[in-house]
């Protein structure tokens, strides 16, 4: 795999609110860390009278590699962790305020909060997270503390007002750019998950198609550890081709549509129009009997089945019931032959009827 190739499935999953996040922290922590690394090698390098500034850039450097070691390899609490980074890096930077810098250096820095919040947390949270930056300008700009500021004497009024604006206008910024993006996201997201439901999906009866099945199927076997056993139940709609003969495709329509909502009306069950008139449905961790019985529950409830337009029409399946291990020979050609066998020998017991087949 090639760094384009990576680079694509990266961009791709960062539609994904909770790959971004996740994937922003590691980024974030990993250039804070890096940042701070070398301020604080300049810092005891050119002035060693600060010690205080190079202990808190230390600490820093600390704090946001091991953020970034902790998400990258203990993924589950990440929520947690973008909490603890960004109230880490709101104490850093009201340090930073105090200290000040140089002719005010220091507080350019604490324009980057609000992009850290946005980035980090999304419209509402990275809103909430970046005002507490500017109450913290505030209290420091225009109470007595002003005086305790290392470089108080070089900010002006006009400076304070000109960092608080800008300050302001960096949380519009974010919070627009933000509420862009997610709008755009949520709407990719959607028109994603509307592909993906009609690619794996019949058109017609909305229930699994061959391709989900495939995908199904090699789930199972994926995890055959945690499954004892397999059960398929292959349905055939008897006389299917003589329904749309005589009664026309619109009503034959209208029955494989009744029938796959019976066949789904069991919530275990994996459901899939293999083509035609025929079903095939799917059970993790079943026995025999209980197997027999689902089928015979749907071969009951079909054959019960009314429709209003055709009061007197009558609908019946042949079902075909296979049970089988879940080990390595465990396969969609192997389970679908299996299920194919037994609906045949239903068939050739004389229709309306459920067949186990060894």
């Not at 690394?37 to 202990?55: G, K, N, P, R, Y």
């Amino acid at each position: 795999m090639n760094s384009k190739t990576i680079f694509n499935k990266i961009v791709d999953r960062l539609v994904d609110d909770d790959f971004r996040r996740a994937f922003s922290l590691i980024l974030l922590s990993a250039l804070l860390s890096i940042v701070s690394l070398i301020a604080f090698v300049a810092h005891i390098t050119h002035d060693t009278e600060s010690l205080l500034m190079a202990w808190v850039l230390l600490g820093a450097f600390v704090f946001a590699t091991s953020i970034f070691f902790l998400a990258l390899f203990v993924r589950k609490y990440h929520s947690v962790y973008r909490y603890i980074f960004i109230a880490g890096v709101v104490a850093l930077f009201t340090y930073l305020a105090y200290d000040g810098g140089p002719y005010g250096f220091f507080y350019f820095w604490i324009l980057l909060i609000p992009a850290f919040s946005f980035i980090m947390f999304g419209i509402f949270e990275g809103l909430i997270c970046s005002i507490p930056m500017f109450v913290v300008l505030l209290v420091l700009f225009w109470t007595p503390l002003f005086d305790y500021l290392k470089w108080s004497s070089t900010i002006t009024e006009d400076f304070k007002l000109r960092m608080l604006e800008v300050y302001l206008v960096c949380i519009v910024l974010g919070f627009v750019s933000e509420l862009l993006r997610y709008v755009n996201a949520k709407r990719l997201k959607s028109a994603n998950e509307h592909y993906e439901f009609v690619s794996m999906h019949d058109f017609l009866t909305n229930v699994a198609n061959q391709t989900y099945l495939a995908r199904y199927l090699n789930d199972v076997y994926e995890k055959r550890s945690e499954i004892s056993s397999f059960g398929c139940l292959f349905i055939d709609v008897d006389g299917f081709k003589l329904v749309n003969d005589k009664y026309g495709h619109l009503f034959g329509n209208t029955v494989l549509i009744k029938i796959a909502e019976i066949l789904s009306e069991d919530k275990s069950a994996f459901v899939c129009r293999w083509g035609g008139d025929e079903f095939v449905i799917c059970f993790k961790n079943i026995d025999e009997d209980l197997l027999v019985r689902i089928g015979e529950k749907y071969r009951a409830a079909v054959s019960a089945v009314s429709f209003e337009e055709k009061p007197h029409f009558h609908i019946t399946i042949s079902v075909g019931a296979v049970l089988m291990p879940v080990d390595d020979t465990f396969n969609f050609n192997h389970v679908l032959e299996l299920a194919d066998s037994a609906n045949r020998r239903a068939k050739n017991k004389g229709k309306d009827n459920v067949t186990l087949v060894d």
